[in-house]
């Protein structure tokens, strides 16, 4: 997380940067494939990264639902638990 980054703005960069490693990943395959060379291994780390952004999304949808109940607030930051008095 950055200096100033909060948890929201965190998983979203993350999102970002998973787009762009698919993308980059996706053009590499194809470049090798116009090649004629292996693509195994390259397609299964294009398939690992499928997987991270899945994570990334769901995060960042877990973030959005935990705002919308009040467990945080608009940055994403966890709102602390108080212990209701009886």
């Known amino acids: 997380m950055g200096t100033y ?3 929201a703005e965190m998983v979203a960069r993350h999102v970002l940067e998973g787009e762009k490693h698919l993308a980059h990943q996706t ?3 194809e470049r090798l494939r116009r ?3 292996p693509t195994e291994e390259a397609q299964a780390l294009l398939e690992r990264f499928y997987l991270l952004q899945a994570q990334h ?3 960042r949808q877990r973030i959005s639902d935990e705002c919308e109940l009040g467990l945080r607030d608009k940055q994403g930051n966890l709102i602390p638990w108080q212990r209701q008095k009886r």
């Open 57 to 59: 999304e769901e995060h």
């Open 5 to 7: 980054e909060t948890p």
């Open 35 to 37: 090649m004629g060379l």
């Open 27 to 29: 053009a590499l395959i």
